[in-house]
């Protein structure tokens, strides 16, 4: 006999001992009737696994394919709903054997409402399918659910103007900023408008009026116009001079008077040789009277007691870079006291024993200590005095000169 051959007969056995039988036996006839039923019915829960999910890949089909998933993959519980909201009504037999119909066959009849409670709920009824609006077609690669609800419509007076939406899936084209074109490498730029000339107003495009005004030049010395004696003779203030560099000592000889047309002017030169008995000049300085007097005189009492101090012993004789020369001020117009025989550079001091103490940015300790000297005290007996330190043109030598100044006034640094 098949399987379900048992409970038939059981049911066909136990209607009839309830309707004949004694209540007491009838009860228990139709307790054991409503197990039997609830057997009945609950039995196509227990399916294998592999009915449920063929049955479950059967109404995903049905469904239009809108989920598909793989048959081992365990069904979302969304998904279980729309499958069951989408399928068709099934046929009466079938939602009778899955306990899905309110009404038993007419052979089966529970005799109250537990066995029907204990049965699966009926899915609720599948909404109607709505239709994308017919004037505006859905995009390819949009799907549109099939259960969704149709929106409501909207009066068009009472819709409020919104921004348009692209729809779901649909990519939002980005915008561009507009392209500039760039012009090419060699095009000519258009050349500017010029403003209007206004009388006010300089015209830069008169190289005359657009070139800065120069400097104006530095007033002629005085000294570059003076001239000698034609008759040859020496001014009174000469021959004092000439008599006291005897008595000191200096060896010199007179000059050819110098003169140039840039002003350098030297009407009564004379070349010094030696300053005194021992102190000796290399090479000879043309210079005029005045200079020649204040070298001796400082040599004397300023440079050999500062040599006999630091080194102990006397001084020999002066190197000198320049005297005389007709040349105007590093960066400047006006004339060097150079053009007037008015100023000596020294650039070595040779002692008695042969040491030289040349001048210089960085001496050795002892040559410092006696350049200092000499430095501090050229300051007074010469009105300007330069020097390393003052300036990159007298980092190798010390400036002396006798330039006239208010007041008397000297420049020492």
Not at 27 to 39: G, H, Q, T, V
Not at 115 to 127: C, I, L, Q, R, V
Not at 195 to 201: A, G, N, S
Not at 210 to 235: F, I, N, Y
């Given at each position: 006999?098949?399987?379900?051959?048992?409970?038939?007969?059981a049911?066909?056995?136990?209607?009839?001992?309830?309707l004949?039988?004694?209540?007491?036996?009838?009860?228990?006839?139709?307790s054991?009737?409503?197990?039997?039923?609830e057997?009945?019915?609950?039995?196509?829960?227990?399916?294998?696994?592999?009915?449920?999910?063929?049955?479950?890949a059967?109404?995903?089909?049905?469904?239009?394919?809108?989920?598909?998933?793989?048959?081992?993959?365990?069904?979302?519980?969304?998904?279980?709903?729309?499958?069951?909201?989408?399928?068709?009504?099934?046929?009466?037999?079938?939602?009778?054997?899955?306990?899905?119909?309110?009404?038993?066959?007419?052979?089966?009849k529970?005799?109250?409402?537990e066995?029907?409670?204990?049965a699966?709920?009926?899915?609720?009824?599948?909404?109607?399918?709505?239709?994308?609006?017919?004037?505006?077609?859905a995009?390819?690669?949009?799907?549109?659910?099939?259960?969704?609800?149709?929106?409501?419509?909207?009066p068009?007076e009472?819709r409020?103007?919104q921004?348009?939406v692209?729809?779901?899936?649909?990519?939002?084209?980005?915008?561009?900023?507009?392209?500039?074109?760039?012009?090419?490498?060699?095009?000519?730029?258009?050349?500017?408008p010029?403003?209007?000339?206004?009388?006010?107003?300089?015209?830069?495009?008169?190289p005359?009026?657009?070139?800065?005004?120069?400097?104006?030049?530095?007033?002629?010395?005085?000294?570059?116009?003076?001239?000698?004696?034609?008759?040859?003779k020496?001014p009174?203030?000469?021959?004092?001079?000439?008599?006291?560099?005897?008595?000191?000592g200096?060896?010199?000889?007179?000059?050819?008077?110098?003169?140039?047309?840039?002003?350098?002017?030297?009407?009564?030169?004379?070349?010094?040789?030696?300053?005194?008995?021992?102190?000796?000049?290399?090479?000879?300085?043309?210079?005029?009277?005045?200079?020649?007097?204040?070298?001796?005189?400082?040599?004397?009492?300023?440079?050999?007691?500062?040599?006999?101090?630091v080194?102990?012993?006397?001084?020999?004789?002066i190197?000198?870079?320049s005297?005389?020369v007709?040349?105007?001020?590093?960066?400047?117009?006006?004339?060097?006291?150079?053009?007037?025989?008015n100023?000596?550079?020294?650039?070595?001091?040779?002692?008695s024993?042969?040491?030289?103490?040349?001048?210089?940015?960085?001496?050795?300790?002892?040559?410092?200590?006696?350049?200092?000297?000499?430095?501090?005290?050229?300051?007074?007996?010469?009105?300007?005095?330069?020097?390393?330190?003052?300036?990159a043109?007298?980092?190798?030598?010390?400036?002396f000169?006798?330039?006239?100044?208010?007041?008397?006034?000297?420049?020492?640094?």
């Amino acid at each position: 006999m098949g399987k379900l051959s048992i409970p038939r007969l059981a049911v066909a056995i136990a209607i009839p001992a309830i309707l004949l039988f004694s209540p007491t036996e009838s009860f228990a006839a139709k307790s054991w009737l409503e197990k039997r039923l609830e057997k009945v019915f609950s039995a196509p829960q227990k399916q294998s696994t592999k009915k449920r999910k063929q049955r479950r890949a059967n109404t995903s089909a049905q469904s239009g394919g809108s989920i598909i998933l793989p048959a081992t993959a365990p069904i979302p519980e969304f998904a279980v709903r729309d499958l069951a909201s989408a399928q068709p009504p099934l046929p009466k037999e079938e939602r009778v054997q899955k306990g899905m119909d309110a009404k038993a066959p007419d052979e089966v009849k529970p005799a109250d409402t537990e066995a029907t409670d204990n049965a699966s709920p009926p899915p609720p009824p599948a909404p109607p399918v709505s239709e994308p609006p017919k004037d505006k077609a859905a995009p390819d690669d949009v799907e549109l659910p099939e259960t969704a609800p149709a929106p409501a419509e909207v009066p068009v007076e009472a819709r409020p103007e919104q921004p348009a939406v692209p729809e779901t899936g649909v990519p939002i084209p980005e915008e561009k900023p507009a392209r500039t074109e760039t012009p090419p490498l060699d095009a000519v730029p258009p050349e500017p408008p010029k403003p209007e000339f206004r009388p006010d107003t300089k015209d830069l495009h008169n190289p005359a009026e657009q070139a800065e005004p120069a400097e104006p030049p530095p007033p002629p010395d005085p000294r570059s116009a003076v001239r000698p004696d034609p008759s040859g003779k020496l001014p009174e203030e000469e021959l004092a001079c000439r008599s006291r560099l005897t008595d000191l000592g200096v060896k010199f000889k007179e000059a050819k008077a110098e003169s140039d047309p840039f002003g350098c002017s030297m009407p009564y030169p004379i070349v010094v040789q030696s300053l005194a008995s021992g102190f000796g000049i290399k090479p000879d300085a043309e210079m005029n009277c005045a200079t020649a007097e204040a070298t001796a005189r400082f040599t004397r009492d300023v440079i050999s007691p500062a040599a006999k101090t630091v080194f102990g012993t006397t001084l020999g004789s002066i190197s000198h870079a320049s005297a005389y020369v007709c040349r105007s001020r590093n960066g400047s117009e006006k004339l060097s006291e150079h053009a007037f025989g008015n100023a000596l550079d020294i650039a070595a001091f040779t002692l008695s024993d042969g040491t030289v103490v040349a001048v210089e940015p960085e001496p050795p300790e002892k040559n410092l200590r006696f350049l200092t000297k000499v430095r501090a005290a050229a300051c007074g007996p010469f009105k300007t005095v330069l020097g390393p330190g003052s300036n990159a043109d007298h980092a190798e030598h010390l400036h002396f000169d006798l330039a006239p100044r208010r007041h008397g006034g000297t420049v020492c640094e």
